[in-house]
């Protein structure tokens, strides 16, 4: 099964930008929807952004107009574009299909929003 690998994260500003990583272990053209979710400590972790094989994408009300999501099949990569970023956005941001699956959990990308 496909196993997904988050990189990117770092400390950022409010109001700034960052871009995080995903890569698969595998190909994900078989992959129907890959999903960016994320966990602050002493929070439950919680959806961010989905992105289907078609490219439809779904996102949080959170983070919409400031989030977006994108895949690329042929890299087995995704990615979350992170814009005017809050500090309620820190958090440690991870990768999965929708809905998750409890075994494709990797170790996260730590995203921190100074204020």
């Known amino acids: 099964q496909v196993q997904f690998v988050e990189s990117g994260g770092g400390l950022v500003q409010a109001g700034g930008s960052l871009r995080l990583s995903c890569a698969a272990s595998?190909?994900?053209?078989?992959?129907?929807?890959i999903a960016w979710y994320r966990q602050n400590s002493g929070k439950q972790r919680e959806f961010v952004a989905g992105i289907a094989s078609g490219g439809g994408t779904t996102v949080a009300d959170s983070v919409k107009g400031r989030f977006a999501i994108s895949r690329d099949n042929v890299k087995a990569m995704a990615y979350l574009q992170m814009n005017n970023a809050k500090p309620e956005d820190t958090a440690v941001y991870y990768c999965n299909i929708l809905p998750a699956d409890a075994r494709r959990w990797g170790q996260g990308t730590q995203v921190t929003v100074s204020s």
């Open positions: 595998r190909s994900i053209f078989s992959i129907n929807t």
